[in-house]
């Protein structure tokens, strides 16, 4: 006999229940889909059903002791249904609104007032799907990404026999942050479950013989649930198909959120004062063979090639937005030479004199690479030291893609490609994206020498990643600049195999957000919406990753076109322009001294006075900088400032705009138009900003309907204002 399929107590109960039949409520009408709301024992639940193609049963109140009294109260126009469900705990007030603009959306949001101070040890999880009969356990499906850590509370299956469609779940953790604070919880990979037993598990206090006593507090309504429901007919075949319907239900889901509201951030000035330290600070830079090297951390760590590339070429960005020579980068540039090496003809990672306690020889394989992106990048603009460098290291970077077949471990040996380290876990998966990156330095080559042989070199290391799905994320800005590789590869070979390729890459990249604003702890002082974990299974949130993956993002969408996908346009645009924002947050000087790390970091030491980054934001508020100080890190605010700030010829302002410019054309001495491709019905930041002493010129400002827009705010110095962020607007002075 085959062995039975396990099931918990939970999945049990409801299959029972629904066998009897439950207590009915209301019936509501949803598109193609139809809801029956009914009472069970200890649940009032939501029971979703497509025809003859099956179910999902959501638990929209759990009632300990029992649902007493349930009683429909009145209800606003925008919404289905709103009930009062009174048990020996307290009252809770269900809300269920619906939405069909784009794809059938659910939401219900949860609200409970304690009767007395409540303590929480267990809430079962609230999503089940459903077979024949309305039994779980005959329901036949895949859960195809699930919430990671902090990140998004996520939800992405699809239920096949009966055949439902698919379905994303997205709970709405930003409107649980009084839950998390009142309880001492966090909601730690909180979406997920063991199939047939899915969604959120609400995260309670551990127990043990003298848990945590963290009430609920009486009298106080906090929200317990809001639950976004997604629902597309088709359910998923191949990964490209999975990934563009993913992003296609999360940007959905998305716009049902009340995003928060972003801050401009001078990233200018921060542009002068981080040179200044890079300049003249000790702690930054170390002296070898006669040349000036970056420190990776304040006064720690040995120089290495990634290090220094990824500040060289933040600076060389900066002057040429400011066009005027950095000595300093000058300097930088001077000692790269003694970086590479002749007989192997590759860029390694150290300097041949580095300390004993370092292998000279080992290198992760995404080291390997991504100093050639930024080479390849000053290449393309004319340098020509760069070229020497990025052109006399390409044989070995294919060599070593050919050795590991297009499938890179996370550490080995240069010399012998002897694997120092396979895998990042027991799934024994290594650095699943850096075929990514290698591709869209193979594009570089490509564009730069015109040989074909780079360019097979890149569909060769796109296609290896195929069937990866949902595991291709290794590193965040890895993952991005695989889908600017994949547009790149589009637009060279118009094969639309890589355009669609591209999602995967981003699908990947957007399961690893954190689309929600943490007020837990020391989060409370900083924002991390919409910010990227810097690994597939990190704690934190990292500055590098972050202002990387914005580059990436910049090529991706300057490739993309009109053939995007609205909602992969939507998603990205909106990653960079919270980016913006959000990255001020890693300079200790914004944040609060006590919000810093005192001891125990791992590399160096935190300085406020120094206009360098941290590495590491915490979503859970534990203190930030336990990586250290991150000087490799100084490139975000040239990287930020040279995309979002645009000079205006013999004008004595500039514009600011959180979106890229698609379009800008100056109609005359005192006039100009910008236009701007984000996501539809949302909205950019478009500021005007003093560049010298001589005070603001009057502006008028209006969309390509001739509508003027007032300004959102004015001082001295700036006037900001919000306009569409898809279209085009037109400036005098």
């Not at 990436?552 to 980016?579: H, I, M, N």
């Not at 206009?611 to 590491?616: G, I, R």
Request: proline share 6%.
């Amino acid at each position: 006999m085959g062995r039975a399929r396990a099931a918990s107590a939970a999945t049990i109960s409801l299959g029972v229940e629904l066998a009897k039949g439950m207590r009915p409520i209301a019936r509501l009408a949803f598109g193609t889909r139809s809801i029956e709301v009914a009472a069970g024992h200890d649940s009032v639940w939501a029971i979703i059903r497509r025809g003859g193609g099956g179910g999902l049963a959501l638990r929209v109140a759990h009632c300990w002791g029992g649902c007493t009294k349930v009683a429909k109260l009145r209800a606003p126009a925008d919404t289905l249904l709103r009930l009062r469900v009174d048990s020996p705990t307290g009252k809770q007030i269900v809300t269920f609104r619906s939405d069909d603009l784009q794809l059938p959306v659910l939401r219900v949001t949860t609200t409970l007032t304690p009767s007395t101070p409540l303590l929480i040890p267990y809430f079962p999880r609230d999503l089940y799907p459903l077979g024949s009969g309305d039994d779980p356990m005959t329901a036949s499906g895949r859960v195809e990404a699930a919430q990671r850590g902090l990140n998004s509370g996520l939800l992405y299956l699809h239920l096949d026999k009966p055949a439902f469609g698919s379905v994303l779940y997205f709970q709405n953790l930003t409107a649980l942050n009084d839950y998390f604070q009142a309880t001492g919880t966090t909601p730690d990979s909180a979406v997920g479950g063991e199939w047939p037993e899915l969604g959120y598990l609400p995260p309670t206090p551990p127990q043990s013989g003298t848990p945590p006593t963290n009430p609920l507090p009486a009298a106080v309504e906090v929200t317990m649930s809001d639950a976004i429901l997604v629902f597309h007919d088709e359910a998923a075949a191949d990964e490209q198909d999975s990934a563009r319907r993913f992003l296609q239900m999360l940007g959905t889901a998305y716009r049902q959120l009340d995003a928060p509201a972003t801050t401009y951030r001078d990233w200018v000035s921060r542009c002068d004062r981080t040179l200044h330290d890079l300049e003249h600070a000790p702690e930054a830079t170390v002296r070898h063979y006669g040349h000036t090297y970056i420190h990776p951390y304040t006064a720690a760590e040995y120089p290495d090639i990634m290090v220094q590339m990824s500040v060289i070429s933040a600076l060389r960005n900066f002057a040429a937005w400011t066009q005027r020579d950095v000595p300093f980068c000058e300097k930088l540039e001077a000692g790269l030479e003694k970086f590479h090496d002749r007989q192997l003809k590759t860029m390694r990672r150290y300097l041949p004199n580095v300390g004993k306690d370092k292998d000279k020889l080992a290198v992760d394989s995404w080291y390997l690479y991504h100093p050639l992106l930024n080479l390849g990048h000053l290449a393309l603009d004319g340098d020509t030291r760069a070229r020497r460098l990025f052109e006399g290291s390409l044989d070995y970077a294919i060599k070593a893609a050919r050795h590991f077949d297009y499938v890179w471990p996370i550490q080995f040996k240069v010399d012998s490609f002897d694997v120092i380290v396979e895998a990042r876990n027991d799934d024994g998966l290594g650095q699943t994206d850096v075929g990514g990156l290698y591709a869209y330095v193979m594009i570089q080559a490509y564009e730069l020498c015109g040989e074909e042989r780079y360019l097979a070199e890149a569909r060769r290391a796109i296609d290896a990643a195929k069937n990866m799905r949902f595991e291709l994320n290794y590193q965040a800005n890895l993952t991005a600049w695989g889908a600017a590789a994949c547009m790149r590869l589009w637009r060279i070979t118009d094969e639309e195999y890589y355009l669609q390729q591209g999602y995967v890459y981003l699908a990947s990249f957007f399961h690893n957000t954190a689309i929600w604003e943490s007020e837990i702890g020391n989060a409370k002082n900083y924002d991390v919406f919409l910010g990227a974990t810097c690994l597939h299974d990190a704690p934190y949130m990292a500055v590098f990753e972050c202002f990387d993956s914005f580059a990436a993002f910049e090529q991706y969408l300057k490739d993309a076109g009109p053939d995007l996908d609205p909602a992969a346009r939507l998603l990205v645009s909106e990653y960079c322009k919270y980016a913006l924002d959000r990255a001020w947050f890693y300079y200790p000087d914004a944040l609060p001294a006590d919000a810093l790390a005192k001891e125990d970091i791992r590399n160096g030491h935190i300085d406020r006075s120094l206009s360098f980054p941290v590495e590491d934001l915490y979503v859970d508020g534990k203190p930030a900088g336990q990586v250290g100080q991150e000087i490799y890190g100084a490139g975000a605010a040239f990287v930020f400032a040279t995309r979002s700030f645009h000079n205006i010829s013999g004008a004595p302002f500039r514009i600011f705009c959180d979106h890229f410019p698609v379009s800008s054309e100056r109609t005359s001495a005192r006039s100009l138009t910008f236009g701007i491709e984000g996501g539809h019905a949302r909205r950019a930041t478009f500021a005007l900003v003093r560049t010298g002493r001589s005070a603001l010129p009057s502006f008028t400002l209006r969309t390509i309907a001739g509508d003027e827009v007032a300004p959102h705010l004015s001082r001295a110095d700036r006037v900001e204002y919000r306009i569409p962020a898809n279209g085009e607007v037109s400036l005098h002075w």
